[in-house]
């Protein structure tokens, strides 16, 4: 059974940075493109930031660019957000996204950030 279990949310001031991080389990790891996506309250889900299976090819959100860092530790089956320079319109709740093609697919519950003015 495929699991990803997002951790690392939490209240903090604008300005201020937050580490979040997804454990994965049940899968072959580094045969799956990992992802962070948000959804603020209201609004759609939007891809935050997604790494590659080479663990070199990144993209990035428009609103994150420039603030954010995804990374992998392929050796722990973690994949990593680091945040800075939150803002209020950081406020989300953030989900770990696994993908590998159509039907195979997966996501954790998510973690939610609410970052203060």
């Known amino acids: 059974q495929v699991q990803l279990v997002e951790s690392g949310g939490g209240f903090v001031q604008a300005g201020g940075s937050l580490r979040l991080s997804c454990v994965a389990s049940?899968?072959?790891?580094?045969?799956?493109?990992m992802s962070w996506y948000r959804q603020a309250p209201g609004k759609e889900r939007e891809l935050v930031a997604s790494?590659?299976?080479?663990?070199?090819?990144?993209d990035y959100g428009a609103s994150v660019k420039g603030r954010s860092r995804i990374s992998v530790d392929y050796a722990k089956n973690m994949v990593y957000l680091q945040m800075n320079s939150l803002k209020p319109e950081d406020t989300a709740v953030y989900f770990c996204?696994?993908?590998?093609?159509?039907?195979?697919?997966?996501w954790g519950q998510g973690t939610r950030v609410t970052v203060s003015s």
């Open positions: 996204n696994a993908w590998r093609g159509a039907g195979n697919e997966y």
């Open positions: 049940g899968l072959t790891f580094r045969d799956f493109a």
């Open positions: 790494i590659g299976t080479d663990a070199r090819n990144t």
